[in-house]
């Protein structure tokens, strides 16, 4: 899913949106089914952290930004000292930095973090994913409660092209993906839900990969409304999706595996405290609770994600 959610989101892609964030598990991306991750304790062992002040990455896509700022306001309002690190870069990039200690915690999507500790996953399934996740994880690092949120990657299309080829899900896709231009992050090209997946599972080899940097976001939006390109890796939770009619594809053989935000961390400094602070973001976190805080950053009210995050998060109780 994500482009570091990628969303990927990239969006997220998560690359926005992505989004993402993300974040995937059988679940619709409405986020309204029962979190089966809801009741599993955190993972990573009993051991306490050192303490200190945390820093919180994200990836370089507005969801994942702004799940970075809710959380470190969360854990501020708890009283654990944290500020921010935004855009660090993909998912490549910044789970490097969970590892090395340069960023304590960041906010992912766990089908996609599954996939890239494990490229050899068959996991799709949230309960699935959320059993599997934890032990494929290297020393040191570890994730907490998921959130009933997600966010995944989707093949999306616009009205026009839905009708034009009578398509409804990526099955119908693959039947004229040779004359398709699939718009979405580089990284589309190697990792196993992108072009990969869709040889795999649909049979499906677009015509040309055009890659965007912004995970789904408005230069992605721009090309497909102008039929620069035909399809767009968009993620979910992204507001342009329902704000421009857009046609989100069905993916019947789940090639885009369930995304369930959750906080990635480094064990070294998260205490106990800190840990209860993002377990309760993540017991209350939905949807809907993204698609809103996407469309107040990213939409007409352009609101910054720290006050985006902090909005939200006085307005759920977590924050005053």
Same mark, same amino acid.
């Given at each position: 899913m994500?482009?570091?959610r990628?969303?990927?989101?990239g969006?997220?892609?998560?690359?926005?949106? !992505?989004?993402g964030?993300?974040l995937?598990?059988? %679940?619709?991306?409405?986020?309204?089914?029962?979190?089966?991750?809801?009741?599993?304790?955190? @993972?990573?062992? !009993?051991? &306490?952290?050192?303490?200190?002040?945390?820093?919180?990455?994200?990836?370089?896509?507005?969801e994942? *930004?702004?799940?970075?700022?809710?959380?470190?306001?969360? %854990?501020?309002? =708890?009283?654990? &000292?944290?500020?921010?690190?935004?855009?660090?870069?993909?998912?490549?990039?910044?789970?490097?930095?969970?590892q090395?200690?340069?960023?304590?915690?960041?906010?992912d999507?766990?089908?996609?973090?599954?996939l890239?500790?494990?490229?050899?996953?068959t996991?799709?399934?949230?309960?699935?994913i959320?059993?599997?996740?934890?032990a494929? %994880?290297?020393?040191?690092?570890?994730?907490?409660?998921?959130s009933?949120?997600?966010?995944?990657?989707?093949?999306?299309v616009?009205?026009? @092209?839905?009708?034009?080829? *009578?398509?409804k899900?990526?099955?119908?896709?693959?039947?004229?993906?040779?004359?398709?231009?699939?718009g979405?992050?580089?990284?589309?090209?190697?990792? =196993?839900?992108?072009?990969?997946?869709?040889?795999?599972?649909?049979n499906?080899v677009?015509?040309?990969?055009?890659?965007f940097?912004?995970?789904?976001?408005?230069?992605?939006?721009?090309? %497909?409304?102008?039929d620069?390109?035909q399809?767009?890796?968009?993620?979910? @939770?992204?507001?342009?999706?329902?704000?421009?009619?857009?046609?989100?594809?069905?993916?019947?053989?789940?090639?885009?595996?369930? *995304?369930?935000?959750?906080?990635?961390?480094?064990?070294?400094?998260m205490t106990?405290?800190?840990?209860?602070?993002?377990?309760?973001v993540?017991?209350?976190?939905? @949807?809907?609770?993204?698609?809103?805080?996407?469309r107040?950053?990213?939409?007409?009210?352009?609101?910054?994600?720290?006050?985006?995050?902090?909005?939200?998060?006085?307005?759920?109780?977590?924050?005053?």
């Amino acid at each position: 899913m994500k482009e570091s959610r990628p969303r990927a989101l990239g969006r997220r892609a998560f690359g926005g949106l !992505a989004a993402g964030v993300g974040l995937a598990l059988a %679940l619709s991306a409405c986020g309204g089914s029962s979190n089966p991750l809801s009741s599993a304790p955190a @993972t990573g062992g !009993a051991s &306490t952290g050192s303490g200190g002040a945390l820093v919180v990455g994200s990836a370089d896509f507005p969801e994942s *930004q702004i799940m970075a700022e809710v959380y470190a306001g969360a %854990l501020n309002a =708890a009283g654990v &000292t944290a500020s921010t690190k935004p855009n660090i870069g993909s998912r490549e990039v910044y789970f490097k930095a969970v590892q090395d200690g340069s960023v304590d915690v960041i906010p992912d999507y766990s089908g996609n973090l599954l996939l890239h500790v494990n490229k050899d996953a068959t996991e799709v399934s949230a309960e699935d994913i959320a059993k599997a996740l934890p032990a494929k %994880l290297p020393d040191g690092l570890a994730v907490l409660d998921a959130s009933k949120a997600e966010d995944k990657d989707a093949m999306v299309v616009t009205k026009a @092209t839905a009708e034009k080829y *009578q398509l409804k899900s990526i099955e119908d896709l693959a039947k004229v993906c040779s004359e398709i231009v699939v718009g979405a992050p580089a990284t589309f090209a190697e990792r =196993a839900y992108g072009l990969p997946g869709l040889k795999k599972n649909y049979n499906c080899v677009p015509k040309k990969l055009e890659p965007f940097s912004d995970g789904g976001g408005p230069l992605t939006l721009k090309a %497909l409304l102008s039929d620069q390109v035909q399809v767009a890796d968009i993620f979910t @939770t992204t507001p342009s999706i329902a704000d421009n009619d857009l046609v989100v594809l069905e993916d019947p053989k789940n090639n885009f595996i369930a *995304q369930q935000v959750l906080p990635l961390y480094n064990k070294a400094k998260m205490t106990d405290k800190a840990k209860d602070a993002l377990n309760a973001v993540s017991r209350i976190l939905t @949807t809907d609770d993204l698609i809103n805080l996407n469309r107040a950053v990213s939409g007409t009210q352009k609101q910054n994600p720290k006050d985006a995050a902090a909005a939200w998060l006085k307005d759920k109780g977590l924050a005053k």
